[in-house]
């Protein structure tokens, strides 16, 4: 299991406002390491969705944003979209691992 | 742009050793800003971070995969490698490569090449 827990999967009509967890502890999260968020399309390798929390690299829509909060950060997805059906992962560092990068499980995103 | 693109066998058989070379184009591996990391992922499955490694040479591996994995960088010719001990079938994976930076995350990521460990 993975060191950052993420909801196997959300689900969201067009328009609709989706939110995906990504829960950690006192030595990841909580310890006040960055979250950054990745969204990975069907068939592709992972794209920076945010960094740094909240921050949207350029080209990403701002219908996607970031939040964190004590041990746990949250990506919003508003005005949901068909081509927002993919997967969407955390990444943070954790100190009890000598600083290791670690992942969330990932949340797979279905646009009904 | 920086563009990674990986490289190396697509089929290691068990208990051999895998290898992949990462080349970074449109810029330079040099930079003391950045580091450049190794992620896989299972079909199906999820991410793991492999590895990182700082063009200085300083390095970063994940604990359950330690005593398997050496990255080195190869400033002359901008790549990094990884080397993969002892693979087993639950070494097949979609490799990734990808720089890295602790405040902006991973970005960019090479294409990911499959390796199939398989007799």
């Known amino acids: 299991q993975s060191v950052l827990t993420q909801p196997p999967s959300v689900s969201g009509a067009p328009g609709q406002r989706v939110t995906i967890s990504c829960t950690g502890s006192?030595?990841?999260?909580?310890?006040?390491?960055?979250v950054h968020w990745y969204q990975q399309l069907p068939g592709t390798a992972p794209k920076l969705l945010i960094y740094?929390?909240?921050n949207r690299p350029s080209g990403v829509p701002d219908r996607f944003s970031g939040s964190k909060s004590g041990t746990s950060a949250s990506l919003a997805i508003t005005g949901l979209q068909a081509e927002d059906e993919a997967d969407y992962y955390c990444q943070s560092y954790d100190s009890s691992l000598s600083g290791s990068t670690v992942f969330g499980g990932g949340t797979k995103l279905t646009v009904l | 742009q920086l563009q990674l693109q990986e490289s190396g066998p697509g089929l290691v058989k068990p208990s051999e050793t895998l290898s992949l070379t990462c080349t970074v184009s449109?810029?330079?591996?040099?930079?003391?800003?950045?580091?450049w990391g190794w992620i896989r992922q299972p079909p199906g499955k999820g991410l793991e971070w492999i590895g990182s490694?700082?063009?200085?040479?300083?390095?970063y591996y994940n604990p359950s995969l330690k005593s398997r994995v050496t990255i080195s960088v190869d400033t002359s010719k901008n790549q990094f490698s990884l080397k993969l001990s002892s693979v087993t079938a639950a070494d097949t994976a979609v490799y990734y490569c990808?720089?890295?930076?602790?405040?902006?995350?991973?970005?960019?990521w090479g294409q990911g090449t499959l390796v199939t460990v398989s007799s």
């Open positions: 490694i700082y063009y200085s040479g300083s390095t």
């Open positions: 740094g929390n909240s």
């Open positions: 006192s030595s990841n999260i909580g310890a006040g390491y960055d």
């Open positions: 449109g810029g330079s591996i040099s930079s003391s800003s950045y580091y």
């Open positions: 990808a720089r890295g930076d602790i405040l902006r995350g991973f970005d960019p």
